[in-house]
């Protein structure tokens, strides 16, 4: 090593030396917890120069050679020497007054203080006239925080107050006056705001080895000479990054029981060292991956410390110190660090692989360093199995099913996206010559949705077995035709054919096909010689529900149940002699209806149910019949006759949605329409009915999208339309798909144009210029 650097070296690292701290001596509280980058000592040494760092440990019983007075006093990392020429000088007050400060002792009470703030402090004395007893002192760095003064705190104690958190307190000071409260609150945090960013220790030996990464030998002195860098069996008092001060009470992490950011890591790096003796890995990585989901802060800060434990380990090799690598490797596959810790951690992973090749760190560290090139920030926390899989460094199995019973098992990564799985899909299934498009859905039997092409499957996977555990429900991802572009093109013989036949009987199980009764029991009898073949009574046939549309059978049990014409309400008033008297017989008389009212309630119920089995009954009937007389058909002319019905809609390949009402400058409509999104146009229909009440090409769509929480925008034609629904980023994300779609199948237009907000729009040649719609 050259002697130069090597000077260099001890010149400016020799204070960052782990040295024993004598706890026995009690710190002044002016004291400051860091130094701030671009201060100077008054003789003009660098901080360096002037910081002794120290991490406190302990041996197992609890001593190391010095006395311990308090853990309050053990959760810190740097104390600044003080400066005593800057101590005798008089500081500029900025701010001074009267407040009340909460004081907790047998219990807590208010008392009035003379506060004064300077540019370095907050001070509180005794009173305000000159040599008054300070009695107390809150330094100001950036980490200091100030919560300002709300409401409920007024409406409870009558007082605006404000709350100052510093490395060692916290004052709680109150006032009568809101104007008052808001002058010191802004003075304070203007005071915050003009301090330099502190820097730890570890950031700045983090520096150290970015500055030197190229010369090895610089790079192990520092290592060597900074215990801080390396593993240790004992724990940690105080985290390896600056967090500002303060608990999380005042944040929307309040009710999930975390304390402040330094407490949350220290605790995250005893979590980290009993992973060394934990039976089971797993619901420990859970657990701080999901401190990590929640406490984004402290991301950089577990990355810190992993890198910690796997240098310098003193048993390397051994099954406890891989936990680190596996926790390491789940973290590189949920959350990046930010772009200094990036930089350190590719930086070791490059190092321990030079040291220890062909090794199992090694396997590890070129893992988590392809990882951190793919990751981006998941929704959930890995499952339970994803992490299984990580730890031994593999990919999970992932089944899609498509229409009809088929399905297909692939092998995915943390990172693959729904669009690479339908890549996948229409390679194993023949489909990637085919005009229309496909996409994946979570379904279950009663609802489905469109999974966005960048999701990651793993988060999907995760919130689904969530759910399931929850529900009890069975939800899946399945692989479906998504834009019918070209449904002529279809050959009979595909199995995109087949996609076709399935998705069309979904849509008339859920009553979305305009249909008379007739039509639908054929399609239910084609629906069963399709699947099932020719008429047998020794084959179990599928439930009505699979069969016919429910709201059907539903309207024939209430038109069997209504009254004839003859019979009418009976009038609503009664002559005075035959009302119920006043009395004591009142109650009586009254329980007495209202049981009797309940017994014809459940008679009635009862009737509805005798109807409904006879309608069902009579129902299926009718389509076992027609089922007998469809002997002899096969399964492709079975489907194809099916298919011919449903095209006789106009509407047919359109995918509907549900919408509460319907505005536009010339009719309005407030029952429930369905919005239909096809391949050529945009249609609103009444529903059952056939015919569409408006439709609207998309040449003459001017813009579309999301106008505020649940409302949806079109301008067309010179009109505005906004319809009220709860698939808002379906409808978007379809009309884009098939925007996206003819335009490369016309090879002509300007393409998808996306306005401010979420609001989306396609331009036309013929159509006018785009007109932005309102934003979110």
């Known amino acids: 090593m050259p002697l130069q650097g090597v000077c260099w070296l001890l010149c400016c690292r020799q204070g960052f030396s782990l040295l024993g701290r004598d706890y026995g001596e009690k710190e002044e509280e002016e004291s400051f917890e860091l130094r701030n980058k671009d201060d100077l000592t008054p003789n003009g040494q660098s901080p360096s120069e002037v910081i002794h760092v120290s991490q406190p440990t302990r041996t197992a019983n609890g001593t190391n050679g010095v006395a311990v007075s308090d853990a309050a006093d053990e959760m810190k990392s740097l104390i600044q020497q003080k400066n005593k020429m800057a101590l005798e000088e008089e500081p500029e007050i900025l701010v001074k007054g009267w407040l009340l400060r909460e004081v907790r002792s047998n219990w807590i009470k208010q008392r009035r203080f003379w506060f004064v703030l300077n540019q370095d402090s907050l001070d509180y004395y005794s009173g305000p006239e000159k040599g008054a007893r300070r009695l107390g002192t809150l330094v100001l760095t ?63 030996l983090i520096q150290d080895i970015e500055e030197n990464k190229f010369n090895p030998e610089v790079v192990e002195h520092i290592y060597q000479h900074n215990p801080i860098l390396k593993y240790t069996h004992g724990p940690l008092y105080a985290p390896l990054l600056p967090f500002p001060y303060g608990s999380l009470e005042h944040t929307y992490h309040h009710g999930k029981g975390y304390g402040s950011l330094c407490e949350e890591a220290v605790k995250l790096f005893n979590s980290l060292q009993q992973l060394e003796s934990a039976h089971d890995a797993v619901p420990i990585i859970q657990g701080v991956l999901q401190t990590c989901l929640d406490l984004r802060p402290l991301r950089d800060e577990v990355y810190c410390q992993l890198v910690k434990q796997t240098s310098h380990t003193p048993a390397p090799y051994t099954a406890a110190h891989l936990r680190y690598w596996q926790l390491l490797t789940c973290m590189s596959c949920t959350f990046l660090p930010g772009a200094a810790v990036l930089k350190y951690l590719r930086f070791h992973l490059k190092r321990i692989q030079n040291q220890n090749p062909e090794s199992e760190m090694d396997n590890y560290a070129s893992f988590i360093s392809e990882a951190l090139e793919k990751t981006k920030c998941r929704e959930c926390v890995p499952s339970w199995e994803e992490i299984q899989m990580l730890m031994s460094r593999q990919e999970m199995l992932c089944t899609v099913h498509y229409p009809g019973p088929g399905c297909c098992q692939l092998y995915i990564s943390s990172h693959t996206t729904a669009n690479e799985v339908v890549l996948r899909m229409q390679q194993r299934l023949g489909l990637k010559d085919s005009k229309n498009t496909f996409s994946l859905y979570e379904q279950n039997a009663l609802w489905e949705q469109p999974v966005s092409g960048g999701a990651l499957i793993a988060d999907i996977l995760t919130s689904i077995s969530g759910i399931e555990c929850e529900s009890k429900g069975q939800r899946k991802l399945c692989f479906k035709l998504y834009c019918l572009l070209d449904a002529d093109s279809i050959s009979v013989d595909s199995i995109e054919y087949l996609f076709l036949f399935e998705q069309c009987h979904e849509m008339v199980i859920r009553g ?49 149940q209504a009254p004839p014409p003859c019979q009418v309400a009976a009038p609503t008033g009664c002559p005075a002699a035959q009302r119920f008297p006043t009395g004591l017989l009142t109650g009586a008389l009254w329980s007495h209806a209202a049981a009797a009212a309940h017994k014809q309630k459940v008679e009635k119920d ?6 409904a089995k006879e309608e069902a009954a009579a129902v299926m009937g009718a389509i076992l019949e027609r089922w007998r007389d ?24 359109c995918t509907l949605y549900e919408v509460d009402f319907y505005i536009s400058s010339t009719e309005n409509f407030s029952q429930k329409l369905w919005l239909g999104v096809a391949a050529g146009s945009v249609s609103l229909y009444r529903q059952g009915e056939a015919e569409a009440l408006e439709s609207f090409p998309y040449g003459q769509i001017c813009s579309y999208g999301v106008s505020d929480s649940n409302t949806f925008k079109i301008n067309a034609g010179g009109r505005d339309m906004l319809f009220e629904t709860n698939k808002l980023s379906e409808i978007t994300q379809l009309m884009n798909a098939y925007f996206n ?6 090879g002509k237009g300007d393409g998808v144009k996306i306005h401010d907000g979420t609001a989306v729009g396609f331009r036309h040649p013929s159509a006018p210029a785009l007109l932005p719609s309102h934003p979110v």
């Open 142 to 204: 950036s980490l200091c925080s100030v919560i300002w003064p709300d409401k409920q705190t007024f409406k409870e104690t009558g007082y605006w107050s404000i709350t100052v958190y510093g490395r060692k307190h916290c004052y709680r000071l109150y006032t009568k006056h809101f104007n008052e409260a808001v002058h010191w609150a802004c003075a304070i945090q203007k005071i915050i705001d003009t301090k330099a960013p502190v820097e730890t220790p570890t950031q700045l």
């Open 741 to 746: 779609a003819t335009r490369l199948q016309r």
């Open 630 to 653: 469809l002997a002899g058909s096969n399964c492709r002319d079975s489907m194809a006759a099916y298919l011919a019905i449903a095209r006789q809609w106009s509407g047919f390949g």
């Open 606 to 611: 009862l009737r509805l149910r005798s109807r």
């Open 512 to 560: 979305q096909l305009p249909a008379c009764e007739e039509d639908l029991q054929t399609l239910a009898a084609l629906r069963l010689q399709a699947i099932m073949g020719d008429f047998s009574t020794h084959v179990p046939c599928p439930p009505l529900d699979q069969l016919f549309p429910s709201h059907m059978l539903e309207a024939r049990v209430l038109v069997a």
